[in-house]
């Protein structure tokens, strides 16, 4: 399958509410939710070999489960009084992701489909969806059978270890995995692949 971008991509991550065995879990355990905790994002040209042209990083206050656990706090580096203190409310979050995604039909590329992270927690917080499914990308699914790799536990801050790169921050936060399928786009396109 060979895919081309044009334009204006902006390639998104975030970083969820999560316990000890809740992934394996599927969040069915009590008061578990994928409450977003940051969200990180880079605007790219991919008309200019995918240069970055902007970047988002935002901590957001989740509603359900506002003191984020110690288990994500060792996943991901964020302190938990960063996110009680300085985490904005998730309506102004996506307002201000909205807002940098642009207006159109920009493609939104995430590793894997934080959209429907994105869905949950509108439906949770009853904020309509402000993007359309045709922007919509699981570039998970797309690099991976692009670039002959084996999708099964691979995470995007496992692909600067697959595809040869310099990690741009620490694994597991959102600005930096975002960065990081940035990259790797970078290379597929120096392939002639994207």
Known sequence: MRTRFAGRIVVYDLEFT?????????????????????????????DDHFREIDGLELLVKPRINPRISDYLVALTGIAADDVLNHGIDFRDGLDRFASFAGTGDVPLLSFGP?????????????????FTETQEINAKDLMCEIAGIGCRGVASSNLPEIMGFAAPGPKHQALFDARCVAEALRILRRGDLV
């Open 18 to 46: 999560a316990w000890e065995g809740s992934e394996k879990r599927r969040w069915t355990g009590p008061g578990e939710y994928r409450e977003i905790v940051q969200i990180g994002a880079v605007a790219l040209d991919a």
């Open 114 to 130: 934080d959209y429907a992270v994105l869905r949950e927690n509108c439906r949770l917080t009853e904020i309509p969806y402000p």
